[in-house]
């Protein structure tokens, strides 16, 4: 885990914002990492949870719901970016684009439709895939479902491996206290 998630969750930290506060930089880390920033939200979760383990259920749903978010931002940036590229397009242009990129998504993501954005949590490939998804213009509420799903199981998956490795390291402390004294 990054030095920056632990630091960011650590109880001095949170005394200044309490936990209110860290789940609404949870929320935001998780929103900013599912645009094409550079980010993961995966740390932040992992170091709110090893914090406040309490709190795994609002931990698990502003997640989900911050990445879901800039997933359909992703979805509006294609749209426009469809919208802006067909008004600069002459007349007498055909005003669907004739690329490899395109022929790609158009045949391989129209086979499955919105939901191939099941696998919009993935790196490197679902943020260009919630991008592709509002430039074939497919419908914004089927890809929130299922781009929601899909983050929703992965943040489902993190939560439940940092929880029981915490509950399992914390059992394997007391045996091992148990044991020698």
Known sequence: MTEWSTNLFDPQHMSHWGVMGSLAVL???AFLSATLLPLGSEPALVGFLLWQPQWWIAALILATLGNTLGGLFNWWMGRRAKVQWTKKASPSEN???????HNWSHNTLSHHGPKGLLLSWLPLVGDPLCVLAGWL????????????????????????????ALAWIQDGLKSLWLAVF
């Open 95 to 101: 005003p669907q684009p004739k690329t490899w990129i």
């Open 27 to 29: 929320l935001l880390i």
């Open 137 to 164: 213009e497919w419908d914004w509420k089927s890809c929130l479902w299922f781009m929601g799903l899909g983050k929703g199981l992965r943040y489902c998956l993190v939560s439940w491996a940092t929880l029981g």
